[in-house]
């Protein structure tokens, strides 16, 4: 046990001088290069310029997908510290890729602090499942619970959760139940909604909106990073103000809408109308909202913290007092990449 140690060791320590040795080869060749420049004549080195970029413009029009290394990364790093036109040079990646590559950073961040080495939940027995199937097609007025105590006595210890995890999907269309519901109550309905946004420095911000569906307005919104049931009943008291509260309020089954939340809902006269678990078609209207936002203004910025996305939502056409508050009415005809780069500018 303890040679293979020290073979582990030994392997790791090659690879890693082996790292260090070509970092600093690449470098070597740069100053080399940088210090024979320095030698030439103006003339050999204006043409050697023009060829350079004539090859980097050739380049970028290829197809193939240039394979850029840890070195290339370090390399460029340090350029871009002391060249202050280095983006003019530099065909590699495009403008989106940079916050495609925040996004991947800030997976690779999480994933390393809750890596565990359990290897995740047991995996299910196939006859297990077929069993559990079998209870639920056999049993439809049961329970999970009900489910979960019948297995304990054949001594089969599960979840709750794997239970209703392999409840067999109800066959056809949705009941219209539903859409007669919202075809009947739109102009007295109001939906809410909370959904997440990754900062730069690893955060996670959530935000708040509040949707009328009589003209699918946008009436409320906030931003938290730590959303309590003391937030939650001020946004509603922010959002309906002067005895302006709906009839209806849909909402999903959130844990932050607890006994205090409900306590406020129910003194504003409203009646909760909580959506299905694992169901999004049920509050659709602010999900497609939700959608939109990510597509069109989060997609293109990295939000830096919590006054900066206050801004950017403020300054979106479909939540700013002088945009447009109306969804269905309006559609946004200028380039939203153009205006979210003005407000990082501004910023």
């Not at 991947?104 to 559990?132: H, K, M, N, V």
């Amino acid at each position: 046990m303890g040679s293979e140690n020290a073979c582990r060791l030994f392997v790791l320590m090659f690879l890693a001088m082996s790292a260090i040795l070509q970092v600093m080869l690449r470098l070597a060749q740069f100053v080399i290069s940088l210090f024979a420049s320095s030698a030439r004549t103006r003339l050999s080195l204006q043409l050697e310029i023009a060829a350079l970029r004539r090859k980097l413009s050739a380049y970028q029009y290829e197809q193939r997908r240039p394979r850029i290394t840890r070195v290339d990364r370090l390399l460029w790093s340090i350029v871009a510290r002391r060249w202050w036109d280095w983006r003019r040079a530099l065909y590699f990646v495009q403008p989106r890729t940079v916050t495609l590559w925040q996004k991947q950073r800030f997976c690779d961040y999480w994933r390393c602090l809750s890596r565990t080495d359990l290897g995740g939940r047991p995996r299910i027995a196939p006859e297990l499942r077929q069993l559990i199937r079998r209870m639920w097609q056999a049993n439809p007025t049961w329970g999970s619970p009900k489910i979960v105590a019948e297995l304990a006595k054949l001594g089969i210890d599960v979840a709750k959760s794997t239970v209703e995890k392999y409840r067999p999907k109800r066959v056809g269309p949705p009941s219209p139940m539903w859409r007669t519901f919202f075809d009947q109550h739109v102009r007295e309905l109001v939906s809410i909604d909370f959904f997440i946004v990754l900062t730069a420095t690893f955060r996670v911000l959530f935000v708040f909106l509040v949707l009328v569906h009589g003209r699918r307005r946008i009436v409320h919104f906030n931003v938290t990073e730590r959303p309590t049931a003391q937030w939650a009943v001020q946004q509603f008291i922010e959002a309906f103000p002067f005895d302006s509260a709906p009839r209806y309020l849909i909402r999903d089954g959130d844990g932050i809408y607890g006994e205090r939340v409900r306590q406020r809902i129910e003194s504003l006269g409203i009646n909760e109308v909580v959506t299905a678990p694992a169901s999004p078609w049920q509050n659709a209207y602010v999900k497609r909202v939700i959608g939109t936002l990510r597509r069109e203004l989060f997609d293109h910025v990295i939000v830096l913290n919590e006054w900066h996305l206050k801004r950017l939502m403020s300054s979106y056409p479909c939540l700013s007092s002088e945009g447009c508050m109306n969804i269905r009415d309006r559609q946004v005809s200028y380039n939203l990449v153009f205006a979210t780069n003005k407000i990082m500018w501004n910023y």
